[in-house]
T-cell receptor, first 111, second 114 residues
Framework: AQRVTQPEKLLSVFKGAPVELKCNYS??????LFWYVQYSRQRLQLLLRHISRESIKGFTADLNKGETSFHLKKPFAQEEDSAMYYC?????????????WGLGTSLAVNP | ETGVTQSPTHLIKTRGQQVTLRCSSQ?????VSWYQQALGQGPQFIFQYYREEENGRGNFPPRFSGLQFPNYSSELNVNALELDDSALYLCASSFGSGSVNEQFFGPGTRLTVL
């Protein structure tokens, strides 16, 4: 199975502090990884994907094959970043591949 | 551009019954994936349909089945409901079945099995 794990269920930081949400994956090959976010009372939505190497809302995530990690980082957290964040493998493109999302990390940014 | 819609919003069933959940994909999308999200858990992949054929399946028993129609809308059917099937069922659509394609999620259907 293509599994990702998020070790922190809850992360609480103060506004302006750096934030890092951890994600590790446990499968070999070329993983395709995404970060999805769910704000209160909104749908799950894509935050960023590793292949784009982009920065969205100040967040970045680098794929580290040596550490098998895809941590999400932001140098200065804002209150509006408070949400549920999920690390996820890409949509299935093959046969009988089992995609296991992380359990999610709830980020609370305090004023 | 119309987003992903799901129906019904909420559903209550009893053990042993059967249920059908529906999903309309976003305009222009030909791929639909279904997920089960139990309370406090991340979404778990059930299966994906691409151009009306199943294109991958997660670790769910055969009583979870699906369909995709020519207009790319989709159904998730669950037979012989069990209490553990109580969850939020999410549908996501994308263009193409490739792993790098962004998925757009619907609001979900909350299923309660009594």
């Amino acid at each position: 199975a293509q599994r990702v794990t998020q070790p922190e269920k809850l992360l609480s930081v103060f506004k302006g502090a750096p934030v890092e949400l951890k994600c590790n994956y446990s499968y070999s090959g070329s993983p395709e990884l995404f970060w999805y976010v769910q704000y209160s009372r909104q749908r799950l939505q894509l935050l960023l994907r590793h292949i784009s190497r982009e920065s969205i809302k100040g967040f970045t995530a680098d794929l580290n094959k040596g550490e098998t990690s895809f941590h999400l980082k932001k140098p200065f957290a804002q209150e509006e970043d408070s949400a549920m964040y999920y690390c996820a493998p890409g949509p299935n493109a093959g046969n009988n591949r089992k995609l296991i999302w992380g359990l999610g990390t709830s980020l609370a940014v305090n004023p | 551009e119309t987003g992903v819609t799901q129906s019904p919003t909420h559903l209550i069933k009893t053990r042993g019954q059967q249920v059908t959940l529906r999903c309309s994909s976003q305009s222009g999308h030909n791929t639909v994936s279904w997920y089960q999200q139990a309370l406090g858990q991340g979404p778990q992949f059930i299966f994906q349909y691409y151009r009306e054929e199943e294109n991958g399946r997660g670790n769910f028993p055969p009583r979870f089945s699906g369909l995709q129609f020519p207009n790319y809308s989709s159904e998730l059917n669950v037979n012989a409901l069990e209490l553990d099937d109580s969850a939020l069922y999410l549908c996501a659509s994308s263009f193409g079945s490739g792993s790098v394609n962004e998925q757009f999620f619907g609001p979900g259907t909350r299923l309660t099995v009594l």
